[in-house]
Protein backbone atom coordinates (compact mmCIF):
# COMPACT_ATOMS: atom_id res chain seq x y z
CA UNK A 1 0.00 0.00 0.00
CA UNK A 2 1.00 3.45 -0.55
CA UNK A 3 0.16 7.09 1.52
CA UNK A 4 1.61 9.99 2.42
CA UNK A 5 1.58 11.78 5.43
CA UNK A 6 2.38 15.47 6.06
CA UNK A 7 3.11 15.84 9.59
CA UNK A 8 1.67 19.47 10.10
CA UNK A 9 -1.70 20.74 8.59
CA UNK A 10 -0.17 24.67 9.00
CA UNK A 11 2.72 26.12 9.77
CA UNK A 12 3.82 29.64 10.40
CA UNK A 13 6.58 31.49 9.91
CA UNK A 14 8.46 34.90 10.12
CA UNK A 15 9.86 36.91 6.88
CA UNK A 16 12.84 36.09 6.28
CA UNK A 17 13.47 32.95 8.74
CA UNK A 18 13.56 29.46 7.28
CA UNK A 19 10.68 26.94 6.24
CA UNK A 20 10.31 23.25 6.96
CA UNK A 21 7.51 21.34 5.49
CA UNK A 22 7.31 17.76 6.39
CA UNK A 23 6.37 14.62 4.52
CA UNK A 24 6.32 10.75 5.11
CA UNK A 25 5.42 8.35 2.84
CA UNK A 26 4.87 4.97 2.58
CA UNK A 27 5.48 2.90 -0.57
CA UNK A 28 6.63 -0.62 -1.39
CA UNK A 29 8.93 0.24 -3.74
CA UNK A 30 11.02 3.10 -4.83
CA UNK A 31 8.30 5.90 -5.95
CA UNK A 32 8.79 8.97 -7.13
CA UNK A 33 8.16 12.08 -5.33
CA UNK A 34 6.83 15.32 -6.04
CA UNK A 35 5.95 18.68 -3.78
CA UNK A 36 3.39 20.83 -5.63
CA UNK A 37 2.48 24.56 -4.22
CA UNK A 38 -1.86 25.69 -4.78
CA UNK A 39 -2.31 29.44 -4.45
CA UNK A 40 -6.03 30.64 -3.33
CA UNK A 41 -7.80 30.23 -6.76
CA UNK A 42 -4.86 28.99 -8.62
CA UNK A 43 -4.04 25.81 -10.26
CA UNK A 44 -1.00 23.67 -8.78
CA UNK A 45 2.28 24.55 -9.68
CA UNK A 46 4.95 21.78 -9.46
CA UNK A 47 7.85 22.94 -7.03
CA UNK A 48 10.56 19.64 -7.25
CA UNK A 49 10.11 16.08 -7.87
CA UNK A 50 12.47 13.28 -7.03
CA UNK A 51 13.01 10.07 -9.57
CA UNK A 52 15.92 8.38 -8.38
CA UNK A 53 18.21 10.13 -9.36
CA UNK A 54 20.01 12.48 -7.12
CA UNK A 55 18.40 12.14 -3.36
CA UNK A 56 18.77 16.34 -3.08
CA UNK A 57 16.53 17.91 -5.48
CA UNK A 58 16.23 21.79 -5.89
CA UNK A 59 13.34 23.19 -7.32
CA UNK A 60 12.03 26.46 -8.16
CA UNK A 61 12.04 29.42 -6.04
CA UNK A 62 14.78 28.68 -3.70
CA UNK A 63 12.56 25.71 -2.36
CA UNK A 64 14.97 22.14 -2.25
CA UNK A 65 13.80 18.67 -0.56
CA UNK A 66 15.58 15.67 0.31
CA UNK A 67 14.92 12.46 -0.25
CA UNK A 68 15.54 10.06 3.16
CA UNK A 69 14.75 6.42 2.46
CA UNK A 70 15.76 4.94 5.98
CA UNK A 71 13.51 7.60 6.93
CA UNK A 72 10.68 7.66 4.39
CA UNK A 73 11.00 11.08 4.38
CA UNK A 74 10.93 13.95 1.60
CA UNK A 75 10.98 17.21 3.94
CA UNK A 76 10.28 20.42 2.10
CA UNK A 77 12.76 23.12 2.88
CA UNK A 78 13.42 26.85 1.87
CA UNK A 79 16.46 29.17 3.67
CA UNK A 80 14.36 32.32 3.54
CA UNK A 81 10.88 33.04 3.44
CA UNK A 82 9.08 35.30 1.52
CA UNK A 83 5.62 36.78 1.55
CA UNK A 84 4.92 35.52 -1.63
CA UNK A 85 5.37 31.70 0.00
CA UNK A 86 2.30 31.68 1.68
CA UNK A 87 0.04 29.23 0.19
CA UNK A 88 -0.60 24.84 0.38
CA UNK A 89 1.79 22.86 0.20
CA UNK A 90 0.90 18.99 -1.19
CA UNK A 91 3.00 16.21 -1.13
CA UNK A 92 2.87 13.04 -3.36
CA UNK A 93 3.98 9.75 -4.02
CA UNK A 94 3.68 8.26 -7.51
CA UNK A 95 4.81 4.64 -6.52
CA UNK A 96 6.27 2.30 -9.63
CA UNK A 97 3.95 0.60 -11.70
CA UNK A 98 0.85 2.21 -10.87
CA UNK A 99 0.34 3.79 -14.34
CA UNK A 100 1.63 7.32 -12.66
CA UNK A 101 -1.12 7.68 -10.25
CA UNK A 102 -0.47 10.53 -8.06
CA UNK A 103 -1.73 10.16 -4.19
CA UNK A 104 -1.79 13.25 -2.26
CA UNK A 105 -1.12 14.34 1.23
CA UNK A 106 -3.58 16.13 3.35
CA UNK A 107 -1.45 19.53 2.06
CA UNK A 108 0.21 22.32 4.46
CA UNK A 109 -1.06 25.75 4.82
CA UNK A 110 2.15 28.02 5.10
CA UNK A 111 1.58 30.98 6.33
CA UNK A 112 4.42 34.00 6.47
CA UNK A 113 4.21 36.70 9.00
CA UNK A 114 5.72 40.15 7.69
CA UNK B 1 4.94 25.25 -22.45
CA UNK B 2 2.84 21.82 -20.67
CA UNK B 3 -0.25 23.87 -20.32
CA UNK B 4 -3.77 22.48 -19.05
CA UNK B 5 -6.51 24.45 -19.29
CA UNK B 6 -10.07 23.85 -17.85
CA UNK B 7 -13.47 25.18 -18.91
CA UNK B 8 -15.28 26.75 -17.29
CA UNK B 9 -13.20 27.96 -14.62
CA UNK B 10 -16.98 28.81 -12.56
CA UNK B 11 -20.47 26.88 -12.88
CA UNK B 12 -23.43 26.72 -11.33
CA UNK B 13 -26.44 24.13 -12.11
CA UNK B 14 -29.92 23.60 -10.55
CA UNK B 15 -29.69 20.30 -8.84
CA UNK B 16 -30.66 17.08 -11.07
CA UNK B 17 -29.44 19.04 -14.13
CA UNK B 18 -26.00 18.17 -16.10
CA UNK B 19 -22.94 19.78 -16.39
CA UNK B 20 -19.80 19.04 -18.62
CA UNK B 21 -16.85 20.37 -17.68
CA UNK B 22 -13.43 20.26 -20.43
CA UNK B 23 -9.82 19.51 -19.89
CA UNK B 24 -7.37 20.61 -22.56
CA UNK B 25 -4.06 20.14 -22.30
CA UNK B 26 -3.02 23.13 -24.61
CA UNK B 27 0.89 22.21 -26.32
CA UNK B 28 1.04 19.03 -25.71
CA UNK B 29 -0.41 15.47 -26.56
CA UNK B 30 -1.46 13.50 -23.65
CA UNK B 31 -1.98 10.15 -23.51
CA UNK B 32 -3.54 10.01 -19.81
CA UNK B 33 -5.71 12.36 -18.00
CA UNK B 34 -6.87 12.04 -14.51
CA UNK B 35 -9.68 14.14 -13.10
CA UNK B 36 -9.43 14.82 -9.24
CA UNK B 37 -12.17 16.18 -7.00
CA UNK B 38 -10.85 18.68 -4.08
CA UNK B 39 -12.97 19.82 -1.27
CA UNK B 40 -12.50 22.74 0.43
CA UNK B 41 -9.27 22.55 2.60
CA UNK B 42 -8.67 19.49 1.63
CA UNK B 43 -6.97 17.20 -0.68
CA UNK B 44 -7.00 16.06 -3.86
CA UNK B 45 -8.82 12.69 -4.25
CA UNK B 46 -8.38 11.20 -7.16
CA UNK B 47 -11.93 10.00 -8.99
CA UNK B 48 -10.36 8.12 -12.52
CA UNK B 49 -7.74 7.74 -15.28
CA UNK B 50 -8.45 8.33 -18.54
CA UNK B 51 -6.49 7.03 -21.73
CA UNK B 52 -6.94 8.50 -25.11
CA UNK B 53 -9.55 6.07 -27.31
CA UNK B 54 -10.46 3.53 -23.90
CA UNK B 55 -12.88 3.81 -20.90
CA UNK B 56 -11.62 5.39 -17.67
CA UNK B 57 -10.58 3.86 -14.98
CA UNK B 58 -12.59 4.62 -11.91
CA UNK B 59 -11.81 4.78 -8.39
CA UNK B 60 -13.28 2.82 -5.60
CA UNK B 61 -16.39 4.75 -4.59
CA UNK B 62 -16.86 7.11 -7.43
CA UNK B 63 -20.31 6.04 -9.30
CA UNK B 64 -19.02 5.97 -13.04
CA UNK B 65 -22.61 6.40 -14.22
CA UNK B 66 -22.86 9.60 -12.58
CA UNK B 67 -19.48 11.32 -13.48
CA UNK B 68 -19.24 10.21 -17.23
CA UNK B 69 -15.37 10.64 -18.42
CA UNK B 70 -14.53 10.58 -22.27
CA UNK B 71 -11.06 10.89 -23.83
CA UNK B 72 -12.17 11.32 -27.49
CA UNK B 73 -8.66 13.09 -28.55
CA UNK B 74 -5.05 13.68 -27.29
CA UNK B 75 -5.61 17.20 -26.10
CA UNK B 76 -9.43 17.59 -24.79
CA UNK B 77 -11.07 14.78 -21.81
CA UNK B 78 -14.40 16.19 -20.67
CA UNK B 79 -16.19 15.26 -17.32
CA UNK B 80 -19.91 15.36 -17.27
CA UNK B 81 -21.66 15.19 -13.68
CA UNK B 82 -25.14 14.26 -14.70
CA UNK B 83 -28.07 14.57 -12.61
CA UNK B 84 -26.30 16.45 -9.87
CA UNK B 85 -27.23 17.42 -6.51
CA UNK B 86 -25.93 19.60 -3.96
CA UNK B 87 -23.16 16.95 -2.66
CA UNK B 88 -21.69 17.10 -5.79
CA UNK B 89 -20.54 20.46 -5.15
CA UNK B 90 -16.82 20.80 -5.41
CA UNK B 91 -13.71 21.86 -6.99
CA UNK B 92 -12.59 19.53 -9.94
CA UNK B 93 -9.33 19.36 -11.23
CA UNK B 94 -7.90 17.95 -13.60
CA UNK B 95 -4.47 16.23 -15.19
CA UNK B 96 -2.30 15.48 -18.06
CA UNK B 97 0.13 13.48 -18.37
CA UNK B 98 2.65 13.23 -21.51
CA UNK B 99 3.37 9.60 -21.42
CA UNK B 100 6.50 7.73 -21.92
CA UNK B 101 9.09 8.35 -19.25
CA UNK B 102 7.57 11.15 -17.95
CA UNK B 103 5.94 11.02 -14.82
CA UNK B 104 4.72 14.50 -13.89
CA UNK B 105 1.56 15.65 -14.45
CA UNK B 106 0.83 19.21 -15.58
CA UNK B 107 -2.33 20.47 -13.50
CA UNK B 108 -5.47 22.32 -14.92
CA UNK B 109 -6.34 25.65 -12.85
CA UNK B 110 -9.81 23.36 -11.57
CA UNK B 111 -13.39 23.68 -12.09
CA UNK B 112 -15.26 25.22 -8.97
CA UNK B 113 -18.99 23.35 -9.23
CA UNK B 114 -22.29 24.84 -7.21
CA UNK B 115 -25.29 23.42 -7.69
CA UNK B 116 -27.94 24.29 -5.88
Known amino acids: AQSVTQLDSHVSVSEGTPVLLRCNYS??????LFWYVQHPNKGLQLLLK??????LVKGINGFEAEFKKSETSFHLTKPSAHMSDAAEYFCVVSPPNTGNQFYFGTGTSLTVIP | GAVVSQHPSWVICKSGTSVKIECRSL??????MFWYRQFPKQSLMLMATSNEGSKATYEQGVEKDKFLINHASLTLSTLTVTSAHPEDSSFYICSARVGGYSYEQYFGPGTRLTVT
Open chain 1, 50 to 55: YTSAAT
Open chain 1, 27 to 32: SSYSPS
Open chain 2, 27 to 32: DFQATT
